[in-house]
C-alpha cells in the first residue's frame, strides 16, 4: 500500500518533533496565521492548546458553526460587577483563530491554557485599588517590547515595518517549522537578558500554562506515537513554556490568586476596535490591510491597489485601470529604493497618495478609514450563552429591523408611525440603562414633535454594558423601569428628577412614572430655589408635548409643572435682586428657559389672566423694577415686546431710561445684551425698528472715552452674534444716520464700483422678475442711493 507524499512528509514532520510542537506567534499577525496553519498540517497533533481563558473550552465548539463570523471576541465578566471584564478578540487573520478552525475541521481536540478569566478578572481588580489603573501598569513599571528590540537589532527604527519584511513577506518555507524555531531563539535570547519584561502577571500565567500543558502531552502523548500536542501562544511565551520547571514550583506561584465568579460568551467585534489596545496585544494600525494580507491567494499588491480604486469610483472620484498600473510601479519602486523584499504599507500609501489622490490628504483619511481600518463587523450564534437582557435586546432589534452596525449611521423617525415609534422607544429605554447605541442629534428641521433623528453606532463594549444593565431586569422594559424608579429615590436635585420624568415619557415607561412623580412632589415641595425650580421647569414642559405625540396620560405631570411656574412667578422677582454679572447672566438663562416652557404648558382653561397673564406681570415688574440687573431688565423688556404686551412706544420708552445719560456705561450695556443680545433676533429688531436704532446709536455716542473701553468687550460680544447681512445692513443703517436720509455721496475708494446705483441697469431686470413672480404689471424698482464705504466702529462691519 503506498503513502501520499503529503502524509510521508506530515509523517516525516511528526518523527522530528520530542516534546510540544511550541508555535510562537504574534497576535493578529497574519504572517503567523498563515504560518500556524502550514505547521499544524505539516504535524498533524493530536490536540491544539491555544493561549486564552479555559472558561472558553465549552464555547470554542461553535467557531465551527457557519453563523460564527469574525471578528469575534470572548467575553468574560465577574457576575457580581459586569462592568469588570475582559475582551479576548479573534479576527479571520489571528493565529489562535486559524488553529482553532483547524482543529475543529480535522477532529481534533482544542482546549485553552491561559490563566483562568475568574483569576484574571479579581487580578485586575484587586490591582486597580491597589493603584488606582485598570491593567496593573503602575505595579508593573515599564515592559519590554519584544518586537520593537528585535527591530532595533536589525537596524529597523519602525518595528511595524521589520515584521512586515522579515514575517509577513516571506514566501512559504521549505521546512514549515523553520520559521517558528528562529522565532523561539530569538526570544530565548530575550528572555535570557530581560527576564520577564516587565510583565510580571506573565509568570503566573506562564506557570498556569505549564501546568495545563504538562496534563495535555500525559493525556494524548508523543508524536512519534501519533499524538502529540501543539501550542499556540504568543512568542514571547515559548521560552517559558520550554524551560524546565517542577510542579511544585508552578503551584506555589499559583497559591493566593484570587479569584472570583465569571460567566463567558462569544461576542462580535469589529475591525475599528482591533485597531486599539485591547487583549491578545491588539492596537494592530491596519487590520483590513492585515485581513487583505492574510486572504490574497497571490499578487497582494495588485489586489490592493484595486480595491483601492474600486472604493474611489464609488465616491465618484476619476480612477482608472492606468492609474492602478502606474501606483503598482510606484509602489515597487519605492520598496526596491527603500530595500524592501515587497511594498508594504508605507509604499501602497505613498503610491495611492501620488497617483490616485493627486497629493490631497482628504480622499486618503477615507481609504484609510474604509480599507486600511475597516468597517467588519463580527457575527455569532443565536445559541451562544447571553444574559437574558442580551436576548431580549436581540429579540426587539429583530423585530423592528434595527440591526447593529459598527459603521455610524444616521436614523431619521416620524412618531407617528408605528414602527418607528417603537425603535425610538427601544433607543431612549437603553440610554436610560447607559447603553449608548444611539445618540439623538438634531436632524432635519421640523415645526412639530413628530420627528427625532439619531445617530447609530455599535460598539462591542455595549455588551459589557448589556451585562451590566441585566441587574435590573431580564427584559429592556423591566430593566429601563427598575433603573428609572431607583434613580428616582436616588435622586437630591429636583432637576435630575424632573429630567427622568422627561426620559420615562420618552422611554413609555407608564409603571416607572408615579414612582418619578411622586419623588417629583416631594422634591418641588421641598426645593425654595428659584433657580432650581426654573431649571426644573422646561424639562417638565418638554415631557408634556412629547407625552401629547406619544398618546401617553400626563395630566398629573402638567398640575406639577404648573404648581413649579406658579411658585416661580412668586420667587422670582426677589430672586433678580443683588445678582452679580456671572449671577444676573444665570438668571436671564433661566428667564428665557421658564419663558419657553410656560409657552409649552397646555392651557388650563384659565384664559388669558391665567399662568400666561401671571407670566406676563412678573416680566413687566422686572422690566421696570430697580436693582434688578440690566440684563434681566432688558430680556425681560424683549420677551414683552415678542409677546405683544408692550404698549406702542413702550419699548422705546424702557430703552431711553435705560440708555439716559444717569445710567452707569456697564449698566446700560448689559441692559442692551439683555434686550437685543444672542440669537433671539435682535439684530432683525433693530434693522426695522429705527427709532430704537437710534437710541442705541445716540447712546454709543456719547459715551465718555473713559467709559468706552469697558463696555466694548459687552457690545461686540453682543453684536457678534448676529448674522454678516445683519451685521452690515445696521452698519449701512447707522452711516445714514436718524431718518435713513442719505449722505452726500463722495467717490468710492473700491475700483470698479460707481458712488451711486445704475438706476437704467436696474431697471432693466425688473421684466424677468415679473414673470418669475407671476405678476402681470411691471414691478416698480425703487431707486437705492449708494454711499461710500465707511466701517462702524461696533459691529466692525464695512458698508
Known amino acids: 500500500m503506498t503513502t501520499s ?29 498563515r504560518g500556524v496553519r502550514a505547521a499544524l498540517d505539516a504535524a498533524g497533533p493530536g ?26 471576541a470572548l467575553l468574560a465578566h465577574a457576575v457580581d460587577d459586569p462592568g469588570q471584564a475582559a475582551f479576548w478578540p479573534l479576527a479571520a487573520f489571528s493565529p489562535e483563530w486559524v488553529a482553532i478552525r ?75 517549522l523553520a520559521p517558528f524555531a528562529e522565532v523561539a531563539e530569538a526570544m530565548t535570547a530575550l528572555r535570557e537578558r530581560y527576564g520577564d519584561g516587565g510583565h510580571r502577571r506573565d509568570l503566573v500565567r506562564e506557570a498556569h500554562m505549564r501546568l495545563r500543558l504538562r496534563a495535555a502531552c500525559k493525556e494524548f502523548g508523543e508524536f512519534a506515537d501519533g499524538g502529540g500536542v501543539a501550542v499556540v501562544c504568543g512568542a514571547w511565551h515559548v521560552p517559558a513554556l520550554a524551560r524546565k520547571a517542577t510542579v511544585a514550583a508552578d503551584k506555589a506561584l499559583l497559591k493566593g490568586v484570587p479569584k472570583a465568579k465569571v460567566e463567558m460568551t462569544w461576542v462580535p467585534w469589529t475591525h475599528r476596535r482591533l485597531a486599539r489596545g485591547s487583549g491578545y496585544g491588539a492596537g494592530i ?65 505613498d503610491a495611492v497618495r501620488a497617483v490616485m489622490c493627486e497629493g490631497s490628504d482628504v480622499p486618503l483619511a477615507l481609504i484609510t478609514d474604509r480599507l486600511i481600518v475597516g468597517d467588519a463587523l463580527g457575527e455569532v450564534p443565536q445559541d451562544a450563552p447571553a444574559v437574558p437582557l442580551q436576548r431580549d435586546l436581540a429579540r426587539r432589534q429583530r423585530s423592528l429591523r434595527l440591526k447593529p452596525e459598527a459603521l455610524e449611521r444616521d436614523l431619521d423617525l416620524d412618531l407617528r408611525k408605528e414602527n418607528d415609534a417603537a425603535r425610538s422607544t427601544l433607543l431612549h429605554r437603553l440610554a436610560l440603562l447607559g447603553i449608548g447605541w444611539g445618540e439623538p442629534t438634531a436632524g432635519r428641521n421640523s415645526t412639530g414633535t413628530f420627528r427625532e433623528s439619531w445617530r447609530l453606532c455599535w460598539e462591542p463594549e455595549l455588551h459589557v454594558r448589556v451585562a451590566e444593565a441585566g441587574i435590573w431586569g431580564t427584559t429592556v422594559l423591566a430593566a429601563a423601569t427598575a433603573r428609572a424608579e431607583s434613580a428616582a429615590v436616588s435622586a437630591t436635585a429636583l432637576a435630575e428628577v424632573t429630567g427622568l420624568a422627561e426620559k420615562c415619557l420618552l422611554a413609555a415607561l407608564p409603571d416607572a412614572l408615579p414612582v ?21 421647569l422646561p424639562a417638565l414642559a418638554r415631557s408634556l408635548r412629547y407625552g401629547d405625540v406619544r398618546g401617553t396620560d400626563t395630566a398629573a405631570l402638567g398640575e ?22 456671572d449671577g444676573a447672566e444665570a438668571m436671564r438663562g433661566h428667564v428665557d428657559a421658564v419663558h419657553t416652557a410656560i409657552g409649552l404648558l397646555p392651557p388650563a382653561g384659565d384664559g388669558e389672566d391665567g399662568l400666561p397673564g401671571r407670566w406676563a406681570a412678573v416680566l413687566a415688574k422686572l422690566a421696570r423694577r430697580e436693582g434688578v440687573p440690566g440684563v434681566v431688565r432688558g430680556r425681560a423688556a424683549r420677551l414683552l415686546l415678542d409677546g405683544g404686551r408692550l404698549a406702542d412706544g413702550e419699548a ?14 456697564a449698566d446700560a450695556a448689559a441692559w442692551i445684551e439683555g434686550f437685543v443680545g444672542g440669537t433671539s433676533g435682535g439684530g432683525m429688531l433693530l434693522v426695522h425698528d429705527e427709532h430704537l436704532l437710534s437710541l442705541v446709536d445716540a ?26 447681512g445683519v451685521r452690515r445692513t445696521l452698519g449701512e443703517l447707522a452711516r445714514r444716520g436718524p431718518g435713513g436720509g442719505a449722505r452726500p455721496a463722495v467717490e468710492t475708494t473700491v475700483p470698479g464700483f460707481a458712488p451711486l446705483m445704475d438706476e437704467g441697469r436696474a431697471d432693466a431686470v425688473v421684466p424677468l422678475l415679473t414673470l418669475l413672480l407671476g405678476g402681470e404689471a411691471p414691478v416698480a424698482a425703487q431707486p437705492r442711493v449708494s454711499a461710500p464705504l465707511s466701517r462702524n466702529r461696533l459691529t466692525g462691519e464695512t458698508s
Request: hydrophobic share 45%; charged share 25%.
Open 5 to 33: 507524499p503529503a502524509v510521508a512528509e506530515r509523517d516525516a514532520t511528526a518523527a522530528a518533533v520530542r516534546g510540544p510542537l511550541l508555535l510562537g506567534v504574534r497576535h493578529h499577525g497574519p504572517g503567523s496565521a
Open 47 to 72: 490536540a491544539v492548546l491555544i493561549e486564552g481563558p479555559p472558561e472558553g473550552d465549552a464555547l470554542v465548539a461553535l467557531a465551527a458553526q457557519e453563523s460564527m463570523r469574525p471578528p469575534v
Open 102 to 176: 483547524w482543529a475543529l475541521g480535522h477532529g481534533v481536540p482544542v482546549r485553552f491554557i491561559d490563566l483562568p478569566a475568574a483569576h484574571s478578572l479579581a487580578m485586575a481588580a484587586q490591582e486597580e485599588k491597589k493603584d488606582g489603573t485598570s491593567d496593573g501598569a503602575a505595579a508593573e513599571g515599564l515592559r519590554v517590547d519584544p518586537i520593537a528590540v528585535l527591530a532595533q537589532a536589525a537596524g529597523y527604527d519602525d518595528p511595524e515595518r521589520w515584521w512586515e519584511d522579515a514575517v509577513e513577506h516571506r514566501g512559504r518555507a521549505e521546512d514549515p
Open 285 to 349: 494600525d491596519s487590520p483590513g490591510w492585515y485581513g487583505h494580507l492574510f486572504e490574497a491567494p497571490d499578487r497582494p499588491v495588485e489586489r490592493w491597489l484595486t480595491k483601492v480604486a474600486g472604493l474611489l469610483r464609488q465616491e465618484d472620484r476619476t480612477v482608472s485601470s492606468a492609474h492602478v498600473i502606474e501606483a503598482v510601479r510606484l509602489a515597487e519602486s519605492l520598496a526596491a529604493m527603500r530595500g524592501r523584499p515587497l511594498a508594504g504599507l508605507t509604499e501602497t500609501v
Open 516 to 536: 418619578v412623580m411622586r419623588a417629583l412632589a416631594d422634591r418641588a415641595a421641598l426645593d425654595a430655589d428659584v433657580g432650581h425650580l426654573a431649571a426644573a
Open 560 to 581: 406639577v409643572a404648573r404648581a413649579l411656574a406658579e411658585r416661580v412667578c412668586v420667587g422670582l422677582p426677589p430672586a433678580c435682586a443683588g445678582l452679580d454679572a
Open 652 to 665: 422705546a420708552r424702557l430703552m431711553g431710561l435705560a440708555l439716559s445719560p444717569g445710567t452707569p456705561p
Open 699 to 724: 447712546w454709543l455716542t456719547d459715551i465718555p472715552a473713559a467709559a468706552f473701553g469697558d463696555v466694548l468687550p459687552l457690545l461686540r460680544r453682543t453684536f457678534s452674534a448676529y448674522e454678516p
